[in-house]
């Protein structure tokens, strides 16, 4: 088993910037693919960024190109999200999952095997 514990959230002003940290604890090294997914109240859970087990393959999702980067410390088992350039549509909670199947980058909610409780994000205009 793996466990996830994520956190860096907060208020912020648009504008602003977050960095958001999540540490993995149990069986790491089973761990291949890690990503963060965010879910807005009335919507559904939606990937935001994901990255490989060496750090050198990443994906991000339009709406966040350009102003997010994923990051991951094996050694630390650790991955994290800087959030740039914030914007009130970027207010959601944020998770963090882990794969432990695909060799590749993973970016679909089903095929991640772990998940993290959440952290607030709120972005104010």
């Known amino acids: 088993q793996v466990q996830l514990v994520e956190s860096g959230g907060g208020l912020v002003q648009a504008g602003g910037s977050l960095r958001l940290s999540c540490a993995a604890s149990g069986r790491t090294d089973s761990i291949i693919s890690m990503g963060w997914f965010r879910q807005a109240p009335g919507k559904e859970r939606a990937i935001v960024a994901a990255?490989?087990?060496?750090?050198?393959?990443?994906y991000y999702a339009d709406s966040v190109k350009g102003r997010f980067t994923i990051s991951r410390d094996n050694a630390k088992n650790t991955v994290y999200l800087q959030m740039n350039s914030l914007k009130p549509d970027d207010t959601a909670v944020y998770y963090c999952?882990?794969?432990?199947?695909?060799?590749?980058?993973?970016?679909?909610?089903?095929?991640?095997?772990?998940w993290g409780q959440g952290t607030q994000v709120f972005v104010s205009s």
């Open positions: 990255i490989s087990k060496s750090g050198s393959h990443t």
């Open positions: 999952a882990a794969d432990r199947t695909l060799p590749w980058v993973v970016i679909s909610t089903s095929e991640y095997d772990y």
